[in-house]
């Protein structure tokens, strides 16, 4: 396992950990600069936050920083209830294909979407097999449009408390399952986005990190699970303040061969959001030393 | 599947549903009380409940009123730190049976704890193997002494939300792993309560409802999950109100033979709880002939 605490090169920052602080949004730009500056070598940006700064523009200042992209968040959201969104759903997802191949992303991360309509606060049905069935179709397809640009698909498994109304993919297994009915030949284009938050409490996360191996293990995410958790979405932990054994998870991805960036993601509406940008890249900086 | 519509005679009122109306506590004996008037035929109490009321009074009520127990709540939290808290977990769910018992519940309802001391936001470690090896530990033991009594024990899995404080079995798959390891010959001392709640988003349901079958399906909870859903604890929604397919559960269920009670447990701090509790009883009716 590789030893995190000399330095932090194996950290990236997913951007939305420094979306908005103090209730102003601080823009990519920034951030990127404040990544720089302190020697972060690879992001996560989400693509509202590549829209506000342009997309060409955000490329440019990647090159010039050096910095690279560990996934681009993100593509997915397939469920549909006719034909219009359905197409909406495609169209979205190719312009999501694009803007990664532009940023040179290694994945393009995928949350598959739950019931349709549950996010505005009404679903248009209770069928989550339909919605499940759904993701599939909308995989396979996306998956021929990803391998045409060879941009490899992550799929995000979310924590069963989203099941309604973000991803109805909410276990390893789950996605796994998805990934070899589409990609038997583990061919490297499909495979999962590990995130601590999501998966902790599986009974059978180490089998499944196993099951998935080095060529399905395509982004690891990190942050931690607070107790209590005070809001479903924006309340999760910086790494070493809740009880996820980060380390013991890390170590299982490492075993089968994964050796890229432990990416932190913190939704943090109460606590990290509501500090200066910089404090927050360097308590990641610091925790990814000393809890991941 | 039997049809809910003409009547409720399969309807049973878990007491927590209306446990503080409104701010104030509303007693044991006068939920009973409002349950027979309404031809409410069963409920599940609480065990504070019950103490706060009496247990030989609540059983001469109960009596009384010909209202019989669908399950008893609770017992469990069998993670611990050191061997003082490892026997008083022991000697409190000696007198969880026993009441039990006094009342003539079917079966005693578990909720296995999560990491020692987290429900009281400080876990005492990060290891949820070690949590899960001290459930399967307390439980086999807690078996002897269920097993001498005739009280059958009922796992209710929790959902994943609740790993860290609450309960650290978290599938029904896992909870049936647990059956078949201390219960192989399916003698019905062991199986699960299968709340709507925290099981509606798993992929395996119907398939470990099928495994589960007959003999380890000891109790069906229903309730709603809201969308959004504000609160991780207090926030669920009333049957009909949310996105859980019940009548499709129910169907699972009954399709391997479970003919019993479908209990209707509604923590709602913000909703229910701040209504007149005859209200959410005839709420409960209503929506138990349409919805379940």
Redesign the interface.
């Known amino acids: 396992m590789r030893d995190f605490r000399p330095d932090h090169r194996w950290l990236s920052m997913n951007t939305a950990t420094v979306r908005k602080q103090r209730g102003e949004p601080w823009p990519l730009p920034q951030i990127l600069d404040a990544c720089a500056k302190r020697g972060v070598r690879a992001v996560s940006p989400w693509r509202d936050q590549v829209a506000a700064a342009g997309l060409a523009a955000t490329a440019s200042q990647l090159k010039a920083h050096g910095i690279e992209l560990s996934g681009y968040c993100r593509g997915g959201l397939f469920t549909y209830t006719d034909e219009t969104s359905r197409q909406a759903v495609r169209d979205d997802n190719l312009r999501a294909l694009d803007e990664a191949c532009t940023l040179n992303a290694p994945c393009l991360v995928l949350v598959v979407g739950g019931?349709p309509g549950?996010?505005a606060?009404?679903?248009a049905h209770?069928?989550?097999a339909l919605a499940?069935s759904q993701v599939a179709e909308g995989l396979a397809w996306l998956l021929g449009e990803a391998r045409a640009r060879r941009m490899p698909l992550a799929i995000e498994p979310l924590?069963?408390?989203y099941?309604?109304?973000r991803a109805?993919v909410?276990?390893m297994a789950?996605a796994l399952d998805l990934c070899d009915a589409l990609d038997p030949a583990r061919s490297g284009a499909l495979g999962v986005a590990v995130d601590a938050y999501h998966v902790?409490?599986?009974?059978q996360l180490q089998a499944q990190i196993e099951r998935a191996g080095r060529e399905r293990l395509l982004a690891f995410h990190v942050c931690d699970?607070l107790?209590?958790?005070?809001d479903?979405l924006e309340d999760r932990g910086m790494m070493g303040d809740?009880?996820?054994?980060l380390p013991r998870l890390r170590g299982w991805v490492e075993a089968v061969g994964f050796a890229g960036y432990s990416e932190v993601e913190i939704f943090s509406r109460a606590n990290w959001w509501q500090r200066d940008g910089g404090e927050v890249i360097d308590t990641c900086i610091e925790r990814h030393r000393r809890c991941v």
Not at 200 to 203: E, R
């Open positions: 019931l549950a996010l606060g009404k679903a209770k069928d989550i499940r924590h069963p408390m099941a309604a109304d109805c909410n276990t789950q902790w409490w599986d009974p699970w107790v209590p958790t005070t479903l809740g009880v996820i054994d």
